[in-house]
């Protein structure tokens, strides 16, 4: 099946051809169409609908179970985000069964990296030296 973003795309307001690009809304990168004439962006329809999908999760808190299995401690992650990073992700599914980053970020507070870890790291590192 085709997608609508291989066909070549006029700009409604000038009428000029607009260029492929990514867009970049709070860390989801989306493709997208953009005239370099006016600056008129066009998000493609299936990014657009995983963004929504993405804020749908983001905001949402989940209760889940703390298990011990032998020495360790486990958490379960609810289907809903790893079927999300999968669709996102196709690659993210052979990384899911390796290593993941664990972060002892504050009492009370842990965070889960995924992936990417040397570009968050540098966006961290980036943040802090400010």
């Known amino acids: 099946m085709k997608d ?3 066909a070549r795309i006029n700009c409604k307001g000038c009428g000029k051809e607009m260029e492929k690009t990514v867009v970049n809304k709070n860390g989801f990168k989306a493709r ?4 370099c004439k006016c600056g008129d962006v066009i998000v493609h329809p299936a990014d657009l609908q ?11 808190t989940f209760n889940v179970k703390l298990r ?5 401690h486990a958490i379960s992650i609810p289907k809903e985000i790893v079927n999300f990073i999968n669709e996102t992700h196709k690659d993210m599914k052979r990384e ?5 980053k664990l972060c002892f970020e ?9 992936g ?11 943040r802090l030296d400010r």
Not at 32 to 35: D, I, N
Not at 68 to 72: E, F, P, Q, Y
Not at 96 to 100: I, P
Request: charged share 35%; glycine share 10%.
């Open 106 to 114: 504050d009492f009370g507070r842990l965070s889960v990296d995924f």
């Open 50 to 60: 995983g963004m929504e999908h993405f804020n749908d999760l983001k905001g949402k």
């Open 116 to 126: 990417n870890h040397l570009e968050r790291e540098a966006r961290r590192r980036g």
């Open 68 to 72: 011990v299995v032998g020495n360790s």
């Open 32 to 35: 997208a169409v953009k005239c």
């Open 96 to 100: 899911m069964d390796d290593m993941v």
């Open 4 to 6: 609508i973003f291989d």
